[in-house]
């Protein structure tokens, strides 16, 4: 059976008038009377009565379009995404975020829908601490995870994407508000409030890892599973924090709390994506070249290093 006969009988069910469907097929209305006629002879049934003024289905003619019409559906669905996946434009790339990716994402989303428009982008928000696990699962394309430091070990394929120094989040009336930069030997005697290890080990490790070198182990008076919860803690006086100084991010703090850059070589919070390179998907070497382009602002014009 020829597709393109059930097509001629969906569009002439829809019309219930063999000149109109005919213009609409863009063939003559004697081609289509045939193909109709071959049809019905295939199947064994009438289809349409036809009298000099009306079209009409018959019993048999409303069954089939019933029950074609929604395979017909799903076959037009499965030519699009055989035609896609050879020039390259799957429709969907799948993208694995923590939630605090605010100066680079809404950036390069602008830029890869105008140069892409027929790529969806469709986001999922993970843990850092269950990115690579989600990515080793198939739960997303291109994955976007954070670190501390100026080292990052992954299992995957990775590109840094951006780059801010560190700081203190400092409650109103600190004594060190006025200063330009502290060093983590500076905060001994501060209570500190940290993003649950379990969501983000690696930062965990990484400020556990300087006070050892600054000879003290610090206080921890809370912790936090997101931003939102820390900035709250820190305005109420339970203590400081360290966070990435992502300038998005830093409008984001509320009034009375003060951010100040911390000084060391690896004082830096870093955004990393991360992608498999078994993934067959066209379109992540097309966002990677396109993330991979956008301006990064150089940390070395925030703050000199000491």
Same mark, same amino acid.
């Given at each position: 059976m020829?597709?393109?006969?059930?097509?001629?009988?969906?569009?002439t069910a829809h019309r219930l008038n063999f000149t109109e469907a005919a213009k609409q097929l863009f063939i003559a209305q004697s081609v289509l009377s045939r193909q109709i006629s071959v049809l019905e002879k295939e199947l064994g049934v009438q289809l349409f009565i036809r009298s000099n003024r009306t079209?009409?289905?018959?019993?048999?003619?409303?069954?089939?379009?019933?029950?074609?019409?929604p395979l017909m559906d799903k076959l037009n669905d499965v030519f699009a995404k055989s035609r896609t996946a050879n020039t390259g434009f799957q429709k969907v790339l799948r993208l694995g975020c923590f939630g605090v990716e605010y100066s680079i994402l809404p950036v390069i989303i602008k830029k890869f829908s105008a140069l892409?428009?027929?790529?969806?982008?469709?986001?999922? @928000?993970?843990?850092?601490?269950?990115?690579?696990? %989600?990515?080793?699962?198939?739960?997303f394309d291109i994955g976007f995870t954070g670190f501390f430091g100026n080292e990052f070990n992954s299992n995957f394929m990775h590109l840094v994407v951006s780059?801010?120094?560190?700081?203190?989040?400092?409650?109103?009336?600190?004594?060190?508000?006025?200063r330009q930069c502290l060093n983590i030997a500076d905060m001994k005697q501060e209570s500190f409030i940290l993003i649950d290890k379990n969501r983000y080990p690696q930062a965990s490790e990484w400020f556990y890892k300087h006070c050892e070198k600054a000879d003290f182990i610090p206080k921890v008076a809370?912790?936090?599973?997101?931003?939102d919860t820390m900035l709250w803690q820190v305005k109420a006086g339970l203590g400081v924090a360290i966070i990435g100084g992502d300038p998005v991010l830093l409008r984001m703090?509320?009034?009375?709390?003060?951010?100040?850059?911390?000084?060391?070589?690896d004082a830096y919070g870093n955004i990393a994506i @991360?992608?498999?390179?078994?993934?067959?998907?066209? %379109?992540?070497?097309?966002?990677?070249?396109?993330i991979d382009a956008v301006k990064l602002p150089s940390p070395s014009?925030?703050?000199p290093v000491s």
């Open positions: 020829d597709i393109s006969f059930l097509r001629a009988f969906i569009t079209v009409r289905l018959t019993p048999a003619g409303l069954v089939l379009l019933q029950e074609v019409e892409y428009p027929n790529i969806r982008l469709d986001f999922r @928000i993970f843990p850092i601490a269950e990115m690579e696990n %989600a990515l080793k699962h198939d739960e780059r801010h120094r560190v700081g203190f989040l400092l409650p109103p009336n600190h004594p060190y508000t006025d809370c912790k936090s599973a997101t931003f703090i509320r009034p009375g709390i003060h951010f100040i850059f911390m000084s060391g070589k @991360i992608w498999n390179k078994n993934n067959p998907h066209p %379109a992540i070497p097309l966002f990677i070249k396109e014009n925030l703050l």
